[in-house]
């Protein structure tokens, strides 16, 4: 029961919002940034051949992928992983299906987007290369 207690403090709680936050945040970047035809990261462009191979969605691909790395470490080294890195590997993914749902009839017609979407992802990659990522 301690545990469980734990699990559910406060502290706790508040570090999840956060890491949901900026995972949310991360994930709009992703899709725009794959959407602006500015060019992709190498990770990415792996997720996205491995999308075009197997007819997947993005996020679909993405959660796939991340979680059978995740599950590779773990049986392969002594690596701990925490909750923040499992929430990053799913919610990237369903949270750029999701705008991939919701935003993709604005974005097709709207070639203004591409400005906005090469900004928001040149500062998602300078925040990524900080030393704020830990």
Do not use: H
Not at 28 to 56: A, K
Not at 75 to 99: E, P, Q, R, Y
Not at 100 to 115: M, P
């Amino acid at each position: 029961m301690n545990k469980i207690s734990d699990l559910l403090s406060v502290e706790n709680l508040n570090r999840v919002v956060v890491v949901l936050s900026g995972t949310f945040l991360i994930s709009l970047g992703l899709y725009l940034f794959l959407n602006s035809n500015f060019g992709l990261t190498p990770f990415t462009v792996m997720i996205n051949g491995l999308t075009n191979t197997f007819g997947l969605t993005f996020g679909q691909t993405s959660i796939i992928f991340k979680l059978s790395v995740i599950i590779s470490f773990l049986l392969f080294t002594d690596k701990k992983f925490g909750v923040g890195t499992v929430i990053n590997a799913v919610f990237v993914g369903v949270f750029v299906d999701l705008f991939d749902i919701n935003f993709w009839q604005f974005y097709s017609r709207n070639s203004g987007c591409q400005g906005f979407s090469f900004i928001f992802s040149y500062n998602n990659c300078q925040y990524r290369n900080s030393s704020l990522c830990f």
